[in-house]
């Protein structure tokens, strides 16, 4: 079949990011389906890992919002005038100016406004010129939840919002390893594997966690945090300083910081419990669902993930409305500290892994890509 206009461009630059790298890989798999369908391009940048000899990559020295991003952008929008083009990307970092003939398709996963997020007014400028740049443009932005779509028209009410949830694709590396010789860990725990952003709520969780062992210094589980977790500690969280001024928190809880890849699935495994303390996840979780293929069950935000699951014996939910009550994250926390033991999730009939689908993505991908 000879591929059809328009010429689609797909920007894999976020392909090492901790989430959305993950999604990253989906999409592109997707797009190599569509290949005999569309002509199709993707941005690569230096750490994207797709196979080098492949003829339609376009190389880019900048990283996602990195300087001499906007150039690049204007560079290559420039040299493909005359033909209708689709930008296609995995974040909002966007051109912020546009040749007419070029529509943009944007994954769009949080709305950051109100969540401390910003580092600096800089930062704050900046977000809110790339979502005047959607609204400007007419992007069609891809949520990847309902409640992130009803966030964004809340709080930037752009041309069009669909529900498009990321699919999932399991790339964990089932190894066996050592967890006890290689970082230590000889009691079970409760585990944390993500990002140190105040959305994230590490601060909440670590708190939850220290008053629930002040109740009773008995519980038989630590608490293991994995990531950059020793990143962004200026925006007012610093975990390390946190758990090194807490004697009783010491030997409890592990800060492993960022873990070899193929080490994840024997981590998840050795779990507990998977925890997400976050104020906002939006509907989508990659760490969790790792975490339920693992066979690991995990606790949720039910204020924007109680679509995301059944409660059942693989996932439960906390209020992440509240801060105290006994369906708080510290109320919730404590009792699941204080039970002996949990039941273990069987992937193969696990009904929230199944409601990720990448074929759904690739369909709506087809879709948007077929518009004239």
Same mark, same amino acid.
């Given at each position: 079949?000879?591929?059809?206009?328009?010429?689609?461009?797909?920007?894999?630059?976020?392909?090492?990011?901790?989430?959305?790298?993950?999604?990253t890989?989906?999409?592109?798999? &997707?797009?190599?389906?569509?290949?005999?369908? !569309?002509d199709?391009?993707?941005?690569?940048?230096?750490?994207?890992?797709?196979?080098?000899?492949?003829?339609?990559?376009?190389?880019?020295?900048?990283?996602?919002?990195?300087?001499?991003?906007?150039?690049?952008?204007?560079?290559?929008?420039?040299?493909?005038?005359?033909?209708?083009?689709?930008?296609?990307?995995?974040? !909002?970092?966007?051109?912020?100016?546009?040749?007419?003939?070029?529509?943009?398709?944007?994954?769009?996963?949080?709305?950051?406004?109100?969540?401390?997020?910003?580092?600096t007014?800089?930062?704050r400028?900046?977000?809110?010129?790339?979502?005047?740049?959607?609204?400007r443009?007419?992007?069609?932005?891809?949520?990847?939840? +309902?409640?992130?779509?009803?966030?964004i028209?809340?709080?930037?009410?752009?041309?069009?919002?669909?529900? &498009?949830?990321?699919?999932?694709?399991?790339?964990?590396?089932?190894?066996?390893?050592?967890?006890?010789?290689?970082?230590?860990?000889q009691?079970?725990? !409760?585990?944390?594997?993500?990002?140190?952003?105040?959305?994230?709520?590490?601060?909440?969780?670590?708190?939850a966690?220290?008053?629930?062992?002040k109740?009773?210094?008995?519980?038989?589980?630590?608490?293991?945090? &994995?990531?950059?977790?020793?990143?962004?500690?200026?925006?007012?969280?610093?975990?390390?300083?946190?758990?090194?001024?807490?004697?009783?928190?010491?030997?409890?809880?592990?800060?492993?910081?960022?873990?070899?890849?193929?080490?994840?699935?024997?981590?998840?495994?050795?779990?507990?419990?998977?925890?997400?303390?976050?104020?906002?996840?939006?509907g989508?979780?990659?760490?969790?669902?790792?975490?339920?293929?693992?066979?690991?069950?995990?606790?949720?935000?039910?204020?924007?993930?109680?679509?995301?699951?059944?409660?059942?014996?693989?996932?439960?939910?906390?209020?992440?409305?509240?801060?105290?009550?006994?369906?708080?994250?510290?109320?919730?926390?404590?009792?699941?500290?204080?039970?002996p033991? !949990?039941?273990?999730? +069987?992937?193969?009939? &696990?009904?929230?892994?199944?409601?990720?689908?990448?074929?759904?993505?690739?369909?709506?991908?087809?879709?948007?890509?077929?518009?004239?």
């Open positions: 079949m000879r591929p059809q206009a328009p010429l689609v461009i797909v920007d894999l630059r976020t392909w090492t990011w901790t989430g959305i790298g993950r999604v890989r989906g999409v592109f798999e &997707c797009a190599r389906e569509l290949e005999s369908e !569309f199709i391009r993707y941005i690569v940048s230096d750490d994207t890992e797709v196979p080098p000899e492949l003829p339609n990559l376009i190389r880019f020295r900048s990283r996602p919002f990195g300087r001499g991003e906007q150039t690049e952008f204007h560079r290559l929008l420039r040299g493909l005038r005359g033909g209708r083009v689709i930008l296609h990307s995995l974040y !909002f970092n966007v051109p912020l100016l546009l040749p007419g003939t070029v529509r943009q398709i944007v994954h769009f996963y949080d709305v950051l406004t109100g969540t401390g997020e910003f580092r007014v800089f930062h400028v900046a977000y809110f010129a790339y979502v005047r740049s959607l609204r443009h007419r992007a069609t932005i891809l949520a990847q939840s +309902d409640y992130t779509a009803t966030q028209q809340k709080n930037h009410p752009l041309h069009e919002v669909i529900v &498009c949830p990321p699919g999932y694709r399991s790339y964990l590396v089932q190894q066996q390893v050592d967890l006890q010789k290689v970082y230590g860990l009691r079970p725990y !409760f585990l944390y594997v993500g990002l140190n952003k105040p959305r994230k709520n590490l601060d909440g969780l670590l708190r966690y220290a008053s629930a062992l109740g009773q210094p008995d519980i038989r589980y630590d608490l293991v945090v &994995c990531g950059p977790i020793f990143d962004r500690t200026a925006m007012g969280f610093d975990i390390r300083a946190a758990v090194d001024s807490d004697p009783l928190l010491a030997d409890r809880v592990h800060l492993l910081g960022f873990i070899p890849e193929e080490h994840l699935y024997a981590l998840y495994r050795g779990a507990s419990q998977y925890v997400v303390p976050s104020h906002i996840e939006s989508y979780s990659y760490p969790a669902l790792e975490a339920l293929t693992a066979g690991t069950p995990v606790l949720l935000n039910r204020v924007d993930m109680y679509n995301f699951a059944s409660e059942d014996t693989s996932t439960a939910f906390f209020d992440g409305s509240t801060q105290s009550g006994p369906d708080s994250l510290d109320a919730v926390l404590a009792h699941m500290l204080m039970q033991d !949990f039941s273990r999730v +069987d992937p193969e009939r &696990c009904d929230v892994l199944a409601r990720f689908s990448w074929h759904s993505v690739k369909e709506a991908m087809r879709s948007l890509y077929q518009r004239t």
